[in-house]
């Protein structure tokens, strides 16, 4: 017990950068790591203004102690098997761009959500599109989710592009649901199935 509880407080606090049971996802584009501590200098300079206008709850300005706070987080529920943050790098020059994320990992009903953010220097250059394809096969065939959904505001139309890029499919709005910058926007619900997994389980029957 004991030395779990020093492992948990190496993570939060620094001490050791990363788990060696982190999964890494590559294509030739991407790679999706374990975000490290060593983020910290980089990820505040890449949520700007135009990133933070279609995120939720992510403070602005975006400081040094909110990515710390946010890799402690993602540290705890790693452990709790609830979610993975997945820093996101270029290949061809290990550049941190972005985090995309899979949360609420339930693998009672099988089911996980799905969120990111790139910088927006790095904007249409196909790394969310990478990026989403690595995460969903992860999720069906690693993890064996059923179902992952993503929910974008309204007015991220290139969200919505790339979501129904990825195959995707709206599932319905909730209008009114978020109050930002003294406004309310509409949420769209996105999904995909897999159906792969589907399949072989009515086969079984």
């Known amino acids: 017990m004991k030395v779990l509880e020093q492992q948990s407080r190496n993570f939060i606090h620094g001490g050791v950068d990363t788990s060696p049971e982190f999964p890494t996802l590559k294509s030739k584009l991407v790679r999706l790591r374990q975000l490290r501590y060593k983020d910290i200098p980089t990820m505040p300079r890449l949520v700007t203004v135009h990133v933070v206008r279609y995120l939720v709850h992510v403070p602005y300005p975006y400081g040094m102690v909110d990515a710390r706070r946010f890799i402690n987080k993602s540290r705890r529920n790693f452990q709790l098997k609830k979610g993975l943050d997945f820093a996101i790098e270029l290949v061809d020059n290990g550049s941190l761009v972005g985090v995309i994320s899979l949360q609420k990992i339930d693998k009672a009903s099988k089911n996980a959500q799905m969120g990111y953010w790139i910088g927006n220097k790095y904007w249409n250059m196909g790394i969310a599109t990478e990026s989403i394809n690595l995460v969903i096969h992860h999720a069906f065939h690693v993890l064996r989710l059923h179902k992952v959904y993503a ?50 389980r009515l086969r079984s029957k």
């Open 151 to 200: 929910n974008v505001l309204a007015t991220n139309r290139a969200s919505i592009r790339v979501l129904e890029k990825n195959g995707l499919k709206r599932e319905g709005v909730l209008k009114h649901s978020i109050y930002k910058d003294d406004k309310f926007y509409d949420v769209v619900l996105y999904y995909r199935l897999n159906r792969r997994l589907t399949n072989a």
